[in-house]
């Protein structure tokens, strides 16, 4: 399984950022070719870290890398990727990692 983690800092205006994440990307991003599952924060992130400026974190599961590639190579994955910089639109604020997975 291959895994797309999105990580969000708050935004200026919370408010329009969840309208449009809720009302527009997320709708957008569940149509997304070879789509598994789409799973974000429910309430407050808690850092042990210290780190204090995370809104939103996503994960997306795929079968694959390659099904995450041909995901966004599609209409719809560029019209996820050109709406995602409505929601952070420069990349200070957001933090994108595509990775295998594996059970152990």
């Not at 935004?11 to 599952?37: C, M, N, T, W």
């Not at 808690?46 to 694959?64: C, K, M, P, Q």
């Amino acid at each position: 399984m291959a895994k797309m983690t999105v990580i969000y800092k708050t935004p200026k205006d919370i408010e329009s950022f969840e309208r449009h994440y809720f009302e527009v990307h997320i709708p957008l991003a569940k149509q997304l070719p070879g789509l598994i599952r789409y799973e974000i924060n429910e309430g407050a992130i808690v850092s042990t870290t210290g780190h204090t400026e995370t809104h939103r974190i996503a994960n997306l599961y795929f079968d694959s890398m390659e099904a995450i590639k041909t995901a966004f190579s599609s209409e719809i994955g560029k019209k996820c990727a050109a709406d995602r910089k409505i929601l952070a639109p420069n990349n200070e604020d957001v933090q994108i990692y595509l990775y295998d997975t594996k059970n152990t």
